[in-house]
């Protein structure tokens, strides 16, 4: 840049009214902004008694990317008085009814390991589980120890123990991929006779 | 052996719930519901998710709410 002397050019409107109206009518119109230098600052300020900042895109495709490359980035939203809703991606598939609550039950003796859940992700899928819950049910006698564990595609993935039961919400979703199963197998301690037992696993469905 | 319907529908994933109750037989009763038919679905499966699995019975249950729960619905959007 030194080749070059340094330029500045004030553009400055002052007006009760002012428009403005950039109208571009052609068959491909392309619209660089290319700033390049070592500090850029770009700020846009919009104050007013009402604002609107409206971006349509119509286009049988659409792809809006936004790319931050920076060592250190900050994106802040802040909304307020507002009806906004920013879903997580568990409440977003929930609302888009690809939600799954799966749930069984079974009958097993003492010391063995019983399936009461088998669930297969379907085709073109990625199931991931937000949480497991199982249980026994003793009858008239009393259970003392209980365990879980869950399969993930014929491997263990993890192990849960309790007194009677439990849930846990999974704060690292676990993934499964399409033809793989998911499945609780529950043992328990304490009851000779045949207990119920139950099991459950909930997460949600993403297109692979 | 072709798919039944039921099976379609859990190897398709449309469904948003399911219910599995293990018979001692190795069998198991199946329910799903929900998903973009909001059908239920009933089936007792054998060899269920295995090689030979087989649907021994399957049952659709009616979609939606039961005709008087429809007509109350419809009721209580009139005004009184």
Redesign the interface.
Known sequence: MSDYPDWTRLFQLAGTEITIPINIEASDVTLPVTIAASDVTLFVYLTGQTVLLQFNLYSSSVTLDVNIESQDANITFTFADQSVAVFDAAKWFAHE???????????GNEGDW????????????VFYAGGVAFSVLGGDGEVYSTHLRLYLAAAIAFRLGEHVGRGLPLDVPLRATAGQ?VQLDVEYWGVSASAAMTGSAWGY?EDA | MPLTPGQRRLYSGDYNYMSQAWQPDGTVAVQISGGKSGQVHIMHVRDLWGEHEQVLTEERLPEGPPPHILARLEEAKKEP
Do not use: I, M, N
Request: proline residues 4%; charged residues 10%.
């Open positions: 009814a690809d939600q799954v609550f799966a749930s069984g039950t079974a009958s019983t399936t009461v859940l088998d669930y297969t992700v379907p085709a073109g899928k199963h469905l």
